[in-house]
C-alpha cells in the first residue's frame, strides 16, 4: 500500500506540473481503470489523480465511485497525505461534476446518499473553502441537494456560511454565476426565517453592486 500510495504520490505531483503526464495516463485505458481501482478500494489520495486527469461527466459518471468520493469528503485533511491539491477539494469537485450533470434518478439516489451518510454539512463547509472551484462545486451540490429534497434547505439555511459564494460571482463563467443565483432562490423560498431573509438580502444587495461594476 506504501509503494501504490508513493506512486500516486508521485504522478500527481508531477501531473500537476506537466500536463503531458497527464496526456499519458489518459491516452491508457488501462491505467485510468487502475487508478479508479485503487481509489474505490481505498487509496484516498487517488482522488487527486483523477481529479487531474478530467474525465467528462459522463465518464465519471460511469465510474461509479460517489460513496468513495464521499468518504474522502467526510475524512479529515490531516488523516490524509498532504499533496498538490486537498483530496476533499478534489472530490468536492468531482462530486459536483457528476451531480451537476446526472438525470433526476441518479440525481435523487446521489442526494439520497449524500443524506444518508450525514456528509450534507461537511458539503455546506466547502461554500467557506479557499478554492473557488471548491466553493462552486459546493453551490452545485446543494444546489442540486435542495431541488430533490426540500427538507435539505433547512440544514443549508441554518449552517450555510453566504457571503464567500458571494465573493465566488467575480472571475466565474456566466454557467456558474446562474447557478450562484439560483442557488439563492432556492435559499429564498425559506423567507420565513428572518434571520436568513436578511443575510440574503444582504448578499444581493452586493450582488448587484458587483453587476454594476462588471458592466461598468
Not at 500516486?8 to 481501482?37: H, K, M, P, W, Y
Not at 431541488?147 to 463563467?173: H, M, W, Y
Request: charged share 25%; glycine share 4%; hydrophobic share 50%.
Amino acid at each position: 500500500l506504501r509503494v501504490l500510495l508513493a506512486a500516486v504520490f508521485l504522478l500527481s505531483e508531477l501531473g500537476s506540473r506537466d500536463n503531458a503526464v497527464i496526456q499519458t495516463l489518459t491516452r491508457v485505458d488501462s491505467d485510468v481503470e487502475c487508478i479508479v481501482a485503487l481509489f474505490k478500494k481505498g487509496l484516498m489520495e487517488a482522488v487527486v489523480l483523477i481529479y487531474l486527469l478530467r474525465h467528462s461527466s459522463l465518464n465519471l459518471i460511469e465510474m461509479d465511485m460517489v460513496e468513495s468520493l464521499l468518504l474522502v469528503i467526510k475524512r479529515k485533511d490531516n488523516d490524509l497525505l498532504n499533496m498538490c491539491l486537498r483530496p476533499r477539494t478534489a472530490a468536492v469537485v468531482l462530486l459536483g461534476l457528476i451531480l451537476g450533470d446526472s438525470g433526476e434518478g441518479i440525481a435523487s439516489s446521489i442526494v439520497n446518499t449524500i443524506v444518508s451518510e450525514k456528509a450534507l454539512e461537511i458539503i455546506i463547509s466547502s461554500l467557506e473553502s479557499e478554492s473557488t472551484e471548491e466553493r462552486i462545486a459546493a453551490v452545485r451540490i446543494l444546489l442540486r441537494c435542495m431541488q430533490q429534497d426540500g427538507k435539505c434547505r433547512n440544514t443549508i439555511a441554518d449552517k450555510a456560511e453566504l457571503a464567500p459564494v458571494l465573493d465566488s460571482f467575480v472571475g466565474v463563467s456566466d454557467g456558474e454565476k446562474f447557478e450562484i443565483v439560483h442557488f439563492f432562490s432556492e435559499l429564498v423560498k425559506l423567507n420565513r426565517y428572518i434571520h436568513l431573509s436578511s443575510q440574503v438580502c444582504s448578499c444581493v444587495s452586493n450582488f448587484s453592486m458587483i453587476v454594476e461594476l462588471e458592466l461598468a
